[in-house]
Each structure stands twice: as structure tokens, then as C-alpha cells.
């Protein structure tokens, strides 16, 4: 993305990370996201987060962070699974769970409960954690095939969607 989009510097950051990388001017960083990020306030112009949220402790401090280190006119990408989808929808009314990630079936055998989410998202929840947190959705985007038609009942249709967050007072 980085090289892509003309970026200066990128930084990555994951958990997994065992040291400070830096490949290309592209840092990877070891960072537990459930704490205070160490980006300063206003630092971010672009940030990308592609199903992580559902995985840490505290979704309304997530959307606070990204409100914190997001720069003024910079743009938060954020992606995340929908448990309102209608396969869920049906699982449910048949007494099954519902399924984010990992199918129920498979949850013992992997030792983690549907691909180790905390959270449960719909669109109307994160609609709520972008505003509590002084974000904006500037747009809202299904994922995956036959996007055009899902954009059409994202709730229904989307097992994930991406949204374009931004500052509230953002043109």
C-alpha cells in the first residue's frame, strides 16, 4: 500500500511481530492494540485495519484511538465481519450460533472460540462506535463477490464490510 498510494513511511503492527523490522521503510512493530497505541495524537494520515477489532477487548477504545491518532483530513479504513448476515440470521432461528469467522463445528478442534472474535458487529453498532467516538462513516463498502449486489442490503447480504472513517467535523 505503502508503495502504491506514494506513501513516505508505513508501519505495521501485529502481536506476532517478535522485533522492530523495517523493510523499505515499512517498520513492523510487535504492539498489543488493546492498550494506549503508541502513534502521537494527530500522527495518522491513512489507517488500515482489516478484521482486528472484533479480536481486541474494547471496541469503543479502538474507534477512540483511531479518533486520537488520526490526522486532521486523514482516513481510517476499517473492515470488519457482520454478525447480521442472513446465513447467521437462519443459523440462529435453527438454534445454531452464529459464524464470523470459524464454523461451531470446528471451534473445539482448533482451541478457540470462531477464529478467537471477542465482538459481534452490525452495521447500526459500528455506526455507533465511529459517532461515540467523534468519527464519521464517510463511506461503507461490502467485501468480496457479487460486492454490487450486497452493497444493495448490506445487513442482510455482507458477512464483512469496509468503512472510510474520518474526523466528524471532516468535510
Not at 62 to 78: Q, T
Not at 120 to 126: D, G, M
Not at 127 to 156: H, M, Q
Amino acid at each position: 500500500l505503502k508503495n502504491k498510494y506514494g506513501f513516505h513511511s508505513a508501519i505495521g503492527c501485529d502481536l506476532a511481530f517478535n522485533d522492530v523490522l523495517e523493510i523499505d521503510n515499512t517498520k513492523l512493530l510487535s504492539t498489543n492494540l488493546n492498550e494506549k497505541w503508541f502513534f502521537a495524537d494527530s500522527s495518522v494520515d491513512c489507517l488500515v485495519a482489516m478484521m482486528i477489532f472484533e479480536h481486541l477487548f474494547d471496541p469503543w477504545f479502538c474507534f477512540s484511538e483511531v479518533k486520537r491518532v488520526l490526522a486532521p483530513n486523514g482516513r481510517a479504513f476499517v473492515n470488519l465481519p457482520l454478525v447480521t448476515s442472513i446465513k447467521n440470521r437462519l443459523r440462529l432461528l435453527n438454534g445454531q450460533l452464529p459464524v464470523t469467522s470459524v464454523p461451531y463445528s470446528r471451534w473445539r478442534q482448533e482451541g478457540h472460540w470462531d477464529g478467537f472474535h471477542l465482538h459481534y458487529f452490525s452495521i447500526r453498532s459500528i455506526l455507533d462506535l465511529a459517532e461515540s467516538s467523534g468519527l464519521k462513516v464517510v463511506r461503507k463498502n461490502a467485501v468480496g463477490k457479487f460486492n454490487r449486489l450486497k452493497d444493495i442490503f448490506p445487513s442482510l447480504l455482507c458477512s464483512e464490510i469496509s468503512f472510510e472513517l474520518s474526523h466528524l467535523n471532516d468535510l
